[in-house]
């Protein structure tokens, strides 16, 4: 028989949460002086006994591995701190004591802990309010030492789950329809030259200006983080105005946010960027470039892993989409463009959600125009590829989406052989060694693809031959030319112009 021991846990937990307090403070809370959420975990986690920190951590050895008793006694440590009960719930939801069935789904779970705190707690942490209140009231910057990037999961034990007990999610999310994942991120990546940067500022002013559309694809508008590596605050300001001006904007979107981190170390640009998020709730984050962000070797395995572990993760957890520019390796005698990958380590691209390749089609005075190809996209069709023509003047830069023909799509290795035959048979009757050499795929190859139309009745011999090989012309036409709606239907495309497709 289980023996009752209600009456020794209450003891237990009336030891445990108030044995260390310093008896000299008033019992009283002293005035609510407003601290960040991190500002209250650091200082709790400076107790010197390390009983918060071990609960921080999720370890339950202090209650008996009571995870009840634990909880109280999180929220009774935490009430000498801040004594906001909405704080309390969300460090708690970011502790190691989390639960998705318990904290994860009631509101009130934590409601009993906090009056009994309410009642209980006697000692509280006076916050040198003096010193960080102005004459008027106001809060001055805090001096403390950010919390590392990392906080929110140190320490946190992973969760096992029943998936049949998870609610059936909702449509994924998109902050550029079909290419740029919400929460998640995305390389970009190309030779030098190409526009990257300004490509990117440029959907940054589109998010941040919640327009609609970028290029003729659907975005999901929202507060936008433009992190600088490379380029002083003047020069991004140019490039802006520039890029509004192109778009016929009277000045850049209040949601356009930039931080330049030149001459700054890494550790404090990647916490006032992760500060920025949390303060503004920034839906994209924009990294320029990925090379001067690593700070370590791009080659390195290790220096990649610990990038977007330490780094990127926290951020995504915070719901931020990250697009990272970055720059690709040189072209090696027997290498095509479209094979080029990142500049270092596979793990950039491994741990990407969704990869997109610039290159440069053609160069003109005042013009240059790109060719975007989505080399992955982990959670759903690659995109077709789709080409921008950039206008430069010293006033005005201006993006106009550009459709791309039939010749030009077949040459798309990231498009399928079968589709790229059909592209190339859509210029007329060709036979197989010609379209093999037209879309640069191996001969069997578009035998085999031609076989299989001409089963589906997509093809057929126009009588014509040379030695044992048929001339073939489609029957059915291909879809083209291609701009991705965001709709997924070829035959409606979108009016093409600046940024979101009005010139």
């Known amino acids: 028989m289980i023996r009752d021991r209600k009456d020794e846990l209450r003891r237990l937990h009336a030891k445990y949460s108030r044995e260390d307090a310093p008896r000299?403070?008033?019992?009283?809370?002293?005035?609510?002086?407003?601290?960040?959420?991190?500002?209250i975990v650091e200082k709790a986690r400076s107790e010197k006994n390390g009983k918060f920190d071990r609960l921080w951590r999720g370890d339950l050895s202090d209650y008996d591995h009571d995870h009840s008793a634990a909880d109280?006694?999180?929220?009774?440590?935490?009430?000498?701190?801040?004594?906001?009960?909405?704080?309390?719930?969300?460090?708690?939801?970011?502790s190691g004591l989390h639960r998705l069935n318990k904290s994860g789904c009631r509101q009130d779970y934590l409601q009993r802990s906090i009056e009994r705190a309410r009642q209980n707690v006697s000692w509280f942490y006076e916050w040198p309010d003096s010193a960080?209140?102005?004459?008027?009231?106001?809060?001055k910057p805090s001096s403390h030492r950010p919390v590392p990037i990392g906080v929110r999961t140190m320490g946190r034990k992973?969760?096992?789950l029943r998936l049949a007990s998870v609610k059936p999610p909702g449509p994924r999310s998109y902050v550029v329809d079909g290419l740029l994942p919400a929460a998640y991120s995305t390389v970009f990546h190309g030779d030098g030259g190409v526009a990257k940067s300004m490509l990117a500022l440029a959907l940054g002013v589109d998010v941040a200006g919640d327009r609609g559309s970028w290029l003729g694809?659907?975005?999901?508008?929202?507060?936008?983080?433009y992190l600088d590596f490379e380029l002083t605050v003047e020069e991004q300001a140019r490039r802006v105005w520039q890029l509004c001006r192109g778009a016929g904007l009277a000045a850049p979107p209040d949601s356009l946010l930039y931080v330049s981190a030149v001459g700054y170390g890494s550790r404090e640009a990647f916490d006032a960027a992760r500060q920025a998020c949390e303060e503004h709730n920034v839906r994209l984050l924009i990294w320029d470039s990925l090379g001067p962000t690593l700070q370590g070797d791009a080659e390195a395995a290790r220096d990649v892993i610990g990038f977007f572990h330490t780094t990127v993760e926290p951020l995504r957890e915070m719901g931020v989409a990250n697009l990272i520019v970055d720059r690709q390796s040189k072209l090696q005698a027997g290498q095509s463009y479209q094979q080029k990958s990142a500049f270092g380590?596979?793990?950039?691209?491994?741990?990407?959600?969704?990869?997109?390749?610039?290159?440069?089609?053609?160069?003109?005075?005042?013009?240059?125009?790109?060719?975007?190809?989505?080399?992955?996209?982990?959670?759903?069709?690659?995109?077709?590829?789709?080409?921008?023509?950039?206008?430069?003047?010293?006033?005005?830069?201006?993006?106009?989406?550009?459709?791309?023909?039939?010749?030009?799509?077949?040459?798309?290795?990231?498009?399928?052989?079968?589709?790229?035959?059909?592209?190339a048979l859509a210029n007329g009757p060709a036979y197989p060694w010609e379209v093999a050499d037209m879309i640069e795929v191996p001969l069997k190859t578009v035998k085999n693809a031609l076989t299989g139309l001409r089963k589906q009745g997509v093809v057929e011999a126009t009588g014509e031959k040379d030695g044992r090989a048929d001339q073939v012309r489609l029957i059915v036409p291909t879809s083209q030319p291609y701009i991705d709606t965001g709709r997924r239907d070829d035959s409606n495309p979108p009016t093409s112009g600046s940024h979101g497709g009005a010139s």
Do not use: M
């Open 345 to 423: 380590s596979v793990y950039k691209t491994n741990l990407a959600r969704s990869v997109i390749q610039a290159e440069a089609a053609e160069r003109d005075e005042g013009t240059l125009t790109i060719r975007l190809r989505q080399k992955k996209h982990n959670f759903g069709p690659l995109a077709k590829p789709f080409g921008v023509k950039v206008s430069f003047s010293e006033e005005a830069v201006g993006f106009q989406a550009v459709e791309l023909g039939a010749a030009e799509l077949a040459q798309e290795a990231t498009l399928t052989a079968t589709e790229r035959v059909k592209l």
């Open 24 to 39: 000299t403070n008033a019992h009283q809370p002293p005035p609510l002086v407003s601290r960040s959420d991190d500002e």
């Open 132 to 139: 960080a209140l102005s004459t008027n009231g106001h809060h």
């Open 217 to 225: 694809r659907r975005i999901e508008g929202g507060p936008v983080l």
């Open 158 to 160: 992973p969760e096992v």
């Open 72 to 94: 109280d006694g999180f929220v009774h440590k935490l009430w000498s701190y801040t004594q906001d009960e909405e704080q309390i719930r969300r460090i708690h939801a970011t």
